[in-house]
Each structure stands twice: as structure tokens, then as C-alpha cells.
């Protein structure tokens, strides 16, 4: 449990956060009808007659839609509602053509379900349940357009009927941190279960953010929302900001108005966009253009044979069957791509080194997080636009596991690597890196060694045991670094008894 609080002129406050998540399903139609759902496309060029609205169109429901939605549904253990219902929420706006918006209240296709979050890092054991209260499939609106004229507004229908997820959580995280973790955990398992790209910047997911503040223990407070949040780090931000705002609010007397914000992140503060009453009336109805969603358990088996391994499963397999530490299987799991990677990485490992995977697991999961991640990290570039692929990586961790170079051959390699393209072997070779293992050429550079230091080997025998790391240098200095380091140690020991 979270013991964030906020330290008020009266005294403590805690803040109270729920999150509803909208979530573009990855289709390639939108919701209702066959218009395309690329991003960046020119304005009103995805526009079908159904998302214009014009007078005697149909609604037809994409099921590949529905599918995804039952798959994420899934994958967060909860609720799947056989029976579920499109119903029209009405209003006016200017980048909603149709006059409603068609979505579910009463009857969502997904109830209740809940996500696991860890809050440390570094400590498996900080882990927090948020529940999820439901999910539900809408269509989206259009965009206007307020830069393109200096006195008139343009509308966009481009996104006018895409398919979203809302994805509402129950007001169960008590700080910034919480509320990160939680959009984070939700982010990546919809990226695992290839519902939603997440693509945070790209709009494709986005926050409503709930915030209230009380004192520890007492019932909740009044709350906003902010809207259309679009990164981890503005949400969290948003928590901070509005509960710190609100409580400086009721401290001086004031009272907080339940209310639609914005969030200004140049700012760092939320401002009041529009009141919100409970009173608002949407006018719904079941929208009589839509038969009800009836889904059957062999769509249902379907839907949950199509997952992958999840990223909980996959953490937990990653630390118990290859004896990963609970710090890199984290790493390695918090991303799909960063899994795909690791795996194939490891199947390409364990092939050319003709061992299971389990055995070379360590080395693949320490190269990957440390040398690779670091060595990317310092040139600005992500795994994805990575020079090295995964089966280059597990032909040089094959080479050091066979002892054909070092540990440190195997950082110049990279970096070679990482600049040319070459696979590993052809810059052992074009360097002359490879390993010395000819326990015959170790011996007399060792016998060389311990000529020259004659008075050290005497010190050496008397207990000066800490000179043997010295022995070892001159010997790998005297092999310009190609001898075997473990053949090396293994001689000296004989020699020095």
C-alpha cells in the first residue's frame, strides 16, 4: 500500500485516483464501418457514409472490434458478458456528426477484472491490485481544427467512428506512482495481447484522470476530471498538480467544484475546461439500429486460445525455469518487443552453443540489459532500430561460451558490431581476437612471467596470496589479452602450487 500523502497547513490529506482509459482497438476498419484507421492520413480523407452520418446509413458492427475487446477482457481475468448492448449517448458537438455517440452503459461487454502492479522495482514484493470496473466499446468523434483558419474552425471526421476500449478502473490508487504504475502495467499488457499499439503520442491511448482528496479514513471526496492525458508522466503529474490544488482549495475555505480540467503540461497545472454536473442527461437509449451482442463459449474458447503468454506469466517463467533474477525478468518482460527479442536472442544462444536454454539464459539476459541496452542507450537508439539483431547477439555470446574470445573481446566486438553490421565472426577474424586456449602456449607465458618475478613468487609462497591477480595480468598482458582467463588461472595455480 501506498503511504503517499499530501502535507496540508491543517495537516494530512490523502488523494484518490481512478483512471478511464480510451483505447483505440487495432483494426484496420473502424467500428461501424469499412473506413480505414491509419494514422497521419490527410483530413477527411478515412470518411465513410456511416461516419458522415448521412441520412439512411447503417451501422454494421466490425467484430473483429468486439473480438479484441473480449481478448483484452481476458487477459485482465475478468467478466465477459455473452449478452451485451449498444446504446446512444446524446449530444451536440461540432466534430460529432451523428448528433450521439453510440457506446454501451448499461450493458458493457466486459464487467468487472482487475491488474496487478509492482510499485518497486527493485522489491518484488510491492505489489498493489487495482480493480477494473468495466469495459466498454464506443466509437470515437472527429477533431476540430482551430490553427487552420484565423476566424473559423475546421472539422476532421478522419477518427469520426473509430473503435475504442474504455477502460474504467475503481478509484483504488492513493498516489502518483500508483496511478503510473497502473497506466504502465495496463499499457503493456494490451501491447502483449495486441489489442491497442499504445502509442501514447499517437492519441491511440489516452487518460481521464479522477482525482479527489479526503482525510485518511474519512468518505471520499468531490472529484474532477481531467481530460485526454497522454503519457504516463502527465498523468502522474496530473495526480500531483489537481490533489495539491485541492487541497489548498478546501484549506482556504473553498469548496471543489466537480468539473471537466485540462491538463498544461509547459505549465505543469490543470485548469477548468467545463462544469459537470451528475444532472447532465445523455438522453441514452439502446441505439435501435444495433441487435444486441450475443457471443457464444466457442467465440469465448477462441478468444482466450489466441493469447500469448502474458507479461505476469511470462515474469514469473523467466525467473523460475530460467533462474533469471526477479530485477532482469522485469526488465526484459515490461515491454512485448523487449521479450520477442530476448527470445529469440536465447533460442539463437542456446542453438550455436548446442545447450538448452536455460543454461545459457544468465548470460543472454546480462548481455542484453547491461551491454546491449547501454551500448544502444549511448547512440540514442531503442531495441527496435537496433544494428545488432537478436541471432548476431547469440552468435557472439556463442563465441565467448565456446571460450573462442573473452568477455572483453567481446565489448570491442560489439561495438564493431554496433557500427558496421558485420556479424560477429567476420570481426574476431579481421581483428584477430579469438581466444588463445593452447595450454602450451599459456604455460611458457606464464613460465616467462614467473621468471621475471622471481622475488614476487617468493612473497607469493610466503601468504601474499593477493599477488596472484597480479601474476594473471602480466600473463594476459604478456598474450595481449588472447589467453583463455580461466586456463590462465588454472595454470597458474599448478605452477605457483
Request: net charge negative; charged share 25%; aromatic share 6%.
Amino acid at each position: 500500500m501506498s503511504d503517499y500523502r499530501i502535507q496540508g497547513a491543517t495537516g494530512e490529506w490523502e488523494v484518490v485516483v481512478g483512471l478511464e482509459v480510451h483505447a483505440q482497438i487495432s483494426t484496420q476498419a473502424k467500428l461501424f464501418s469499412g473506413a480505414a484507421t491509419a494514422f497521419g492520413a490527410e483530413p477527411n480523407t478515412q470518411v465513410s457514409l456511416v461516419d458522415a452520418a448521412m441520412p439512411g446509413m447503417l451501422p454494421v458492427p466490425n467484430m473483429e472490434c468486439i473480438r479484441q475487446a473480449v481478448r483484452t477482457g481476458i487477459a485482465i481475468n475478468a467478466q465477459i458478458n455473452k449478452w451485451s448492448r449498444f446504446d446512444r449517448k446524446n449530444y451536440f458537438y461540432a466534430d460529432l456528426p451523428q448528433g450521439y455517440q453510440i457506446s454501451q452503459l448499461y450493458h458493457p461487454i466486459v464487467g468487472e477484472g482487475a491488474i496487478e502492479v509492482q510499485l518497486d522495482d527493485k522489491n518484488p514484493e510491492s505489489t498493489k491490485t487495482i480493480g477494473i470496473e468495466r469495459i466498454h466499446v464506443e466509437q470515437d468523434a472527429g477533431k476540430l481544427m482551430h490553427d487552420q483558419h484565423p476566424t473559423m474552425s475546421y472539422v476532421d471526421l478522419n477518427r469520426s467512428g473509430v473503435a475504442l476500449m474504455e477502460i474504467v478502473s475503481r478509484p483504488d490508487m492513493r498516489s502518483p506512482a500508483e496511478a503510473g504504475a497502473y497506466l504502465a502495467k495496463l499499457r503493456t499488457i494490451l501491447r502483449y495481447v495486441g489489442s491497442c499499439d499504445g502509442n501514447m503520442d499517437q492519441g491511440s491511448m489516452r487518460a481521464d484522470v479522477n482525482v479527489s482528496v479526503r482525510r485518511p479514513g474519512e468518505p471520499f471526496g468531490t472529484r474532477t476530471e481531467t481530460k485526454n492525458v497522454n503519457s504516463v508522466r502527465f498523468v502522474m503529474a496530473v495526480v500531483e498538480q489537481e490533489a495539491k490544488r485541492q487541497v489548498a482549495l478546501i484549506e482556504d475555505g473553498g469548496k471543489v467544484v466537480q468539473e471537466t480540467r485540462l491538463y498544461d503540461p509547459d505549465r505543469n497545472e490543470t485548469r477548468s475546461m467545463r462544469s459537470k454536473e451528475d444532472a447532465h442527461d445523455y438522453r441514452y437509449f439502446p441505439d435501435p439500429d444495433l441487435l444486441p451482442i450475443e457471443l457464444d463459449d466457442a467465440f469465448l474458447e477462441e478468444c482466450r486460445a489466441s493469447l500469448p503468454e502474458l507479461p505476469d506469466a511470462k515474469r514469473h517463467r523467466y525467473e523460475t525455469a530460467l533462474g533469471l533474477s526477479a530485477y532482469n525478468a522485469g526488465v526484459l518482460t515490461a515491454e512485448v518487443e523487449t521479450s520477442r527479442w530476448f527470445e529469440a536472442l536465447l533460442a539463437a544462444s542456446a542453438a550455436k552453443q548446442g545447450k538448452p536454454e536455460g543454461d545459457v539464459a544468465k548470460q543472454a539476459a546480462n548481455w542484453l540489459t547491461s551491454e546491449l541496452f547501454g551500448a544502444l542507450n549511448k547512440l540514442g537508439k531503442s531495441l527496435a532500430d537496433s544494428p545488432v539483431s537478436p541471432e548476431a547477439g547469440g552468435e557472439l555470446l556463442a563465441l565467448v561460451g565456446k571460450g573462442t574470445i573473452s568477455g572483453s573481446a567481446a565489448k570491442q566486438v560489439l561495438e564493431k558490431m554496433l557500427e558496421t553490421g558485420d556479424a560477429p565472426g567476420v570481426i574476431v577474424e579481421r581483428e584477430g581476437l579469438t581466444q588463445t586456449s593452447d595450454t602450451g602456449a599459456i604455460e611458457a607465458a606464464v613460465d616467462a612471467v614467473l621468471a621475471a618475478n622471481a622475488d614476487k613468487v617468493e612473497q607469493y609462497k610466503g601468504g601474499k596470496e593477493a599477488l596472484f591477480g597480479f601474476f594473471v595480468g602480466q600473463t594476459m598482458k604478456a598474450m595481449q589479452g588472447k589467453g583463455n582467463p580461466q586456463l590462465v588461472n588454472e595454470v597458474l595455480k599448478a605452477k605457483l602450487g
